[in-house]
């Protein structure tokens, strides 16, 4: 009888297994980890595990996969006090969706990632989001919000690349 491996090995090979974009054996990996997570009662982990295997899900280009992943991890980030993660669980859940086209649905979940990251004062995650954010406008006709967004996005970001530069000046 063979033992499973521990759930930071498995996590260590999805991570791994992410870096040479062998997503699907990611996902594998992560989903195991959080799985093993989970059997522990280790529930923040398990939530980080299944936001891992979300984004290795969406990279294989199984966004309904992806998105059933995610679903209510912002809540475990939420009841353990970890607003940032909680952030970043809304905006996994939100790129599946954008990526299921369901355009709304996940302006509404950035925007809530959005305010998270604006109360708790991240000036790292909140430029992409924002960026998330002024795509998602366009794409729904609304080309002065998403002017706006891109704005705001521009000004907290530290290093601009060109093309970022060109937009500022615009």
Not at 60 to 71: I, K
Not at 113 to 132: A, F, M
Request: aromatic share 6%; with cysteine.
């Amino acid at each position: 009888m063979t033992e499973n491996p521990p759930p930071e090995s498995l996590c260590e090979l999805g991570k791994k297994a992410f870096q040479e974009e062998d997503y699907p054996n990611a996902a594998q990996q992560f989903e195991q980890a959080a799985l093993s997570y989970e059997a522990a009662g280790e529930n923040i982990l398990a939530a980080e595990m299944w936001n891992n295997c979300s984004v290795a899900r969406l990279k294989a280009g199984d966004a309904r996969e992806a998105l059933e992943m995610v679903r209510g991890s912002d809540q475990v980030f939420a009841q353990a006090g970890n607003p940032q993660k909680q952030a970043m669980a809304l905006g996994n859940q939100a790129a599946a969706l954008e990526a299921l086209h369901k355009y709304n649905e996940a302006l509404d979940l950035y925007l809530q990632s959005n305010q998270i990251l604006k109360e708790i004062g991240d000036q790292e995650l909140r430029p992409y989001v924002l960026q998330c954010i002024a795509g998602l406008q366009l794409r729904t006709g609304r080309q002065l919000e998403a002017l706006i967004s891109s704005e705001v996005a521009l000004d907290m970001k530290q290093n601009l690349s060109i093309r970022e530069r060109v937009l500022k000046k615009l």
